[in-house]
């Protein structure tokens, strides 16, 4: 039996998953239990750890650390959870748990570069490529987030090309029936691309446990991608202008 194969009633015993995330707590007696988000390539599940012993569980029930289990699984408020009755180790290897994109990432990532390369406008043609070059690897493996949508390996780069694949008929559309005076439709998809961008160093991708880094907790993506596209604007500027930035900034 698979994790995704658990329902409500379930008796399991010998699941092997990832463990995504862990916290703990006490009851109203002063017990401590342990909150556990196991995961497979599939699905994940919410599952408590009752009568939590510190010492022996924490480092099993690290997340990133592969566990095997047995337990029962029940609804709690219309939600699928597990109490676990067992735990111990896997010898499975993480990725084995791995959630992908099931697009291809190397055709999302052409398109995208297709898309950027179509560019009229030299300052966003130039920011985007550079960065998406540059960072090829992470773009593609990052999620788009931690839960919320897209929460698996490849995540980023398929969001981000959903959301481009559905404003180019909107900005075509308003191009077609307004005729929308100065309305760029460079500027419209490079914020598309790099709305997000800045989480390839929010979330740590390395294990597919994904967590935030410290950095990330410090400087969201908001703020990291800004700081990125004014670096990458600074260097085309200075391309452009070299000693005559000086006189610019002047002016």
């Not at 002063?30 to 480092?59: E, F, I, Q, R």
């Not at 980023?156 to 929308?180: C, D, F, R």
């Amino acid at each position: 039996m698979e994790l995704s194969e658990i329902k409500a009633g379930t008796l399991f015993y010998d699941i092997h998953a990832l463990v995504e995330s862990k916290s703990t707590n006490t009851t109203k007696t002063g017990k401590l239990y342990a909150d556990v988000t196991l995961k497979d390539g599939k699905c994940a599940l919410k599952c408590k750890k009752w009568s939590y012993n510190a010492d022996k569980y924490d480092g099993i029930l690290s997340p990133g650390k592969t566990v095997k289990v047995a337990g029962e699984a029940s609804l709690y408020l219309g939600d699928l959870q597990a109490t676990l009755t067992a735990v111990e180790a896997s010898d499975r290897s993480p990725d084995e748990f791995a959630r992908r994109t099931k697009f291809d990432v190397e055709k999302l990532f052409m398109d995208i570069m297709a898309i950027v390369n179509s560019f009229q406008e030299e300052l966003p043609k130039y920011i985007a490529s550079e960065l998406l070059t540059k960072y090829k690897k992470e773009f593609q493996t990052c999620p788009a987030a931690l839960g919320v949508h897209q929460a698996w390996i490849g995540g980023l780069i398929e969001h981000t090309y959903n959301m481009l694949s559905m404003a180019m008929p909107i900005v075509h559309y308003y191009q077609k029936v307004y005729g929308v005076t100065g309305f760029s439709q460079d500027k419209v998809l490079f914020g598309i691309i790099m709305h997000d961008f800045g989480k390839i160093f929010e979330y740590d991708s390395s294990s597919p446990a994904f967590k935030m880094r410290p950095e990330g907790v410090l400087l969201n993506h908001i703020m990291r991608g800004s700081l990125l596209i004014n670096e990458t604007a600074n260097k085309w500027i200075y391309k452009q202008f070299g000693d005559d930035v000086d006189q610019l900034e002047r002016d």
